[in-house]
């Protein structure tokens, strides 16, 4: 059998359901615990400049209750650079945001923004965070990650989970030459963004992928059924992708 596939889940939107109430309901602090006992491997949080989910009080309290690794989403700022420092998270996946998007509408661009990431990914790696980088599936942008000192490179995934047909094909060949470009040249390579029970068997099914990152989809689907029995079916579709 392959290499067991991690999979992190990713809490922001229990925070943002808190947040419509402005009010302590939902915890995404206890998604987590329920997500950890469901097999999730890790935990993601994405701090926005805008607060819009997660809070800087979610951070500290994930950071300090947490038994699995926290995987700090965070964009290339000053201010969370600040934040960082302070909590230490296991690992820090640098992406890119703007104040009006929706969520997070494609990779950072780690090659046109070089200068400005070398300082921020030598500051955390100095800090002993494992700094990861939320790119597109593109040779440049693997390049840059690599010129960087980035170890970890996450391709984003949600034009993928867009697109249906000779499309989606076509694009999953890109991501497939992309993770294994990335991984010869010596980088872990993760995915994710838009995954769902539909759409995660080929991306888990890429063996040099070693993680996946997925959220939206989970916490969407406890509505319905529990956030337990969603993780449980989203990592049984991941290990038996990759076993095959």
Do not use: W
Request: proline residues 3%; contains cysteine.
């Amino acid at each position: 059998m392959s290499e067991t596939l991690r999979l992190g889940v990713n809490i922001d939107h229990v925070a943002t359901i808190r947040n419509a109430r402005g009010i302590r309901h939902p915890d995404p602090v206890r998604a987590a615990a329920i997500a950890v006992r469901a097999g999730a491997d890790g935990i993601t949080a994405h701090l926005r400049e805008d607060r819009r989910h997660i809070s800087d009080g979610d951070i500290a309290t994930l950071t300090d209750v947490l038994s699995v690794p926290l995987n700090f989403e965070m964009a290339a700022t000053d201010e969370m650079l600040e934040i960082a420092l302070r909590h230490k998270p296991h690992a820090v996946c640098l992406v890119p945001e703007k104040r009006q998007e929706l969520t997070t509408e494609g990779g950072l661009d780690a090659a046109g923004q070089h200068n400005r990431l070398k300082h921020i990914i030598s500051a955390l790696t100095d800090s002993g965070s494992r700094v990861s980088l939320f790119i597109d599936a593109d040779q440049a942008q693997l390049d840059a990650a690599l010129s960087l000192g980035a170890p970890v490179t996450e391709i984003h995934t949600g034009r993928y989970c867009d697109l249906t047909g000779e499309a989606r094909a076509e694009e999953l060949e890109r991501i497939k030459k992309a993770v294994a470009y990335g991984s010869a040249a010596g980088l872990e390579m993760h995915a994710g963004h838009g995954l769902s029970y539909a759409t995660v068997t080929d991306i888990a099914a890429i063996p040099e992928i070693k993680e996946l990152n997925i959220g939206h989809f989970l916490i969407g689907e406890a509505i319905f059924h529990g956030l337990e029995t969603a993780i449980v079916e989203m990592r049984r579709l991941m290990d038996e992708a990759r076993a095959a």
